[in-house]
């Protein structure tokens, strides 16, 4: 069974940067699409973009350039960046195994709850 | 890029079945998949390419998808199986993935 876990700051400052990371067990991040969703208070899901071991990236365009997402294979872990964040960005973010257009997303961290907040 | 539009709400009687529909401009040519949220916890994948269920998922939870809507079906619904439910596919014309906004099943 493959367990993802995030882990990041849960509270970041307006115009700062947002940083989490996803730690994945059980699986290769080298296998796999490894994507993140974000869900803002009673709100629904939103994607934000998924990373492919081989680096390749697709991010939402809603989110207009503050989205990067990275890799370290050596850690078995993936991790996602938003700059000039705004209380607009609050949300609960998780990570999850994106396994492909026909399948959608299969695993699931517990998520972790980000606050813009001064 | 894809919209796919559901139902805010849906309500059922215990024992009774449950229709979610999630429409779309031609989404029965795009692979669905469902998920259902519960309170405080992550999405879990019930439904995945229009009518597949992953292990776990009970056989009263089913799928289909035609035309311009995919329907989620739960059958002899249960109290357990108040949730929010989400259909998703991927925009291949955009390449990106898109959710509908969710409808939260109330089981009276």
């Known amino acids: 069974q493959v367990h993802l876990q995030e882990s990041g700051p849960g509270l970041v400052k307006p115009s700062e940067t947002l940083s989490l990371t996803c730690i994945v067990s059980?699986?290769?991040?080298?296998?796999?699409?490894w994507t993140w969703i974000r869900q803002s208070p009673g709100k629904g899901l939103d994607w934000i973009g998924y990373i492919h071991y081989s680096g390749t990236t697709n991010y939402n365009p809603s989110l207009k350039g503050r989205v990067s997402m990275s890799l370290d294979t050596s850690k078995n872990q993936f991790s996602l960046t938003l700059t000039s964040v705004t209380p607009a960005d609050t949300a609960v973010y998780y990570c999850?195994?994106?396994?492909?257009?026909?399948?959608?997303?299969?695993?699931w961290g517990q998520g972790a709850q980000v606050t813009v907040s001064s | 890029s894809s919209v796919l539009t559901q139902p805010p709400s849906v309500s059922v009687a215990p024992g009774k079945t449950a229709t979610i529909p999630c429409g779309g401009d031609?989404?029965?040519?795009?692979?669905v998949h469902w998920y259902q949220q519960k309170p405080g916890q992550a999405p879990v994948l019930v439904i995945y390419y229009d009518s597949h269920r992953p292990s776990g998922t009970p056989e009263r939870i089913s799928g289909s998808n035609s035309g311009n809507t995919a329907t989620l079906t739960i059958s002899r619904v249960e109290a357990g199986d108040e949730a929010d439910y989400y259909c998703q596919v991927w925009d291949s014309s955009s390449d990106l993935w898109v959710f509908g906004g969710g409808t939260k099943l109330t089981v009276l």
């Open positions: 031609d989404i029965g040519s795009d692979s």
């Open positions: 059980n699986e290769s991040i080298s296998s796999s699409y």
């Open positions: 999850a195994r994106d396994a492909g257009s026909s399948w959608g997303f299969d695993f």
